[in-house]
């Protein structure tokens, strides 16, 4: 159950409701990530036994020798396609990388829309057979969702409700399944050693579905941290720092971070598949007139989604 600070949102009152019950849930949606940066979303259409196929199908490429995970690590992709192995993405401004490793699926144009161009292959796990599938099904379906809820939120701005479609249609998002592995040897580690140090999201927004453990923490506006505490078939949303580009901080993005199991847990393994939604690279994060005045002056130079995208590759370690 989501805590009593992370609102739950249900998403099919926004999918099939009448205007009224529509208007309800973009205020609601608007609120929370003006406050929180999170919710937790029911009734997304995605099934349990979807879910749960998503989940094996992770857990076993995971658990694939390195010498068979490494076919697949392409290191001038900067960990946009494909395997990307332990000790390669740092969170921004910090020492120590992250105690995961991670796969990431990327757009597949189907349309014959020539930003096909722009977007490497995604690479093909050959030994198992239901991953590619699986994993593109997932896709497909948060990529849904998150059209849903960006349409909530240009309600929610007074934009018109279609404003992000063409931003998004055939976007550069990515899919990251990530196995935060055991830690066989915690006192071996640096002190600052977590599975994900405090951050923030790149992109517009992020859907996290599911996640074998629990680890996910939020820093509230009173400088305190929150475990996120969701359902197992909750999709747990926040909002990234494109979005607060856009929106001149009226949307927060918010820092979150994935802490250390306690100590009888440490050699367990943790898995969660975010969904980072991501325009297409020519969008505009220019700051939204609407969210400029007085108090509110412009915090961020005029930037396109793909420069920024570029510029935080490079602070977290996985472009040169």
Not at 14 to 32: H, V
Not at 260 to 279: A, D, G, I, Q
Request: net charge negative; glycine share 6%.
């Amino acid at each position: 159950m989501s805590t009593p600070y992370i609102p739950c949102l249900d998403l099919g009152s926004y999918i099939n409701g009448t205007e009224a019950e529509r208007k309800k849930f973009s205020d609601e949606l608007g609120r929370a990530f003006n406050d929180s940066g999170f919710v937790t979303i029911t009734n997304h259409g995605v099934s349990q036994e979807l879910i749960d196929k998503l989940y094996q199908n992770i857990q076993a490429a995971f658990s694939l020798s390195p010498e068979q995970k490494k076919k697949y690590e392409k290191v001038e992709l900067a960990g946009q396609r494909g395997y990307t192995s332990p000790g390669k993405e740092t969170a921004k401004g910090a020492k120590t990388a992250d105690l995961k490793e991670f796969w990431q699926i990327g757009q597949e144009v189907m349309d014959g829309d020539p930003i096909k161009e722009q977007y490497p292959d995604n690479e093909y796990l050959e030994e198992i057979v239901e991953f590619n599938p699986v994993t593109r099904e997932i896709y497909q379906r948060l990529e849904a969702n998150g059209k849903h809820l960006l349409r909530a939120i240009a309600t929610y701005l007074n934009l018109p409700i279609n404003y992000f479609d063409k931003h998004v249609h055939n976007g550069n998002s990515i899919l990251r399944g990530i196995h935060y592995f055991p830690i066989e040897n915690p006192d071996a580690l640096p002190d600052d050693a977590v599975r994900a140090g405090a951050h923030e999201d790149i992109n517009l927004i992020t859907l996290l579905i599911g996640a074998s453990a629990d680890g996910l923490e939020v820093l509230t506006r009173s400088n305190e941290w929150l475990p996120i505490k969701a359902h197992h078939t909750d999709i747990v949303v926040n909002v990234g720092d494109m979005l607060q580009r856009l929106t001149n901080n009226k949307l927060k993005s918010t820092t979150h971070r994935v802490v250390n199991p306690p100590r009888e847990l440490m050699k367990t393994s943790r898995f969660s598949v975010p969904f980072f939604l991501h325009p297409r690279s020519d969008m505009d994060l220019t700051s939204l007139q609407s969210c400029i005045d007085a108090e509110h002056p412009k915090v961020y130079e005029d930037m396109t989604a793909g420069e920024y995208l570029d510029e935080r590759l490079r602070e977290i370690g996985l472009k040169k």
